[in-house]
């Protein structure tokens, strides 16, 4: 365990010790994160599997850029004109085809 997550541990807890047992804060957590490999999200079509749209990779900032994200998305799938070039989006740039 690095200093940092042992100082946080620790806030955690003394924070916990403030209410009452029926509001015990967690202190841990685990889990799967999506991050791809150069952590720059993949938001768009799958080119060989067509109809399937692809929405992942937001390394722990899916909530923040939601609204950017959501709109990009369903431009792509509407057609119309994305607010930005969605090149670096795009999931075959992880070399998948
Ligand atoms: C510890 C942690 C902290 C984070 N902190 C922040 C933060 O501070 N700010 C921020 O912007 N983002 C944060 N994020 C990232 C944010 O939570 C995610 O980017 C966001 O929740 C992704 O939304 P989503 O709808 O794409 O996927 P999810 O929220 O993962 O939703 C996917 C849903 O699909 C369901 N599902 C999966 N498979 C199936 C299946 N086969 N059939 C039916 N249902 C299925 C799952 O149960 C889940 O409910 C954090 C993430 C983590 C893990």
Known sequence: MST???SEACVGWKTAERFPPI???ATRWA????????A??????VTRLPGLYLS?????????IAPGT???LASLIDGSQPLVNPSSFAFERLGYS
Not at 40 to 45: A, D, E, F, R, Y
Not at 56 to 64: A, E, I, K, R
């Open 40 to 45: 720059i999200p993949v938001i768009g079509p």
């Open 70 to 72: 959501g709109h990009l």
């Open 56 to 64: 992942t990779g937001y390394s722990s900032h899916g909530f923040g």
């Open 31 to 38: 889990g799967a994160m999506d991050v791809t490999p150069d």
């Open 4 to 6: 940092l997550q042992s």
């Open 23 to 25: 509001l015990i804060q």
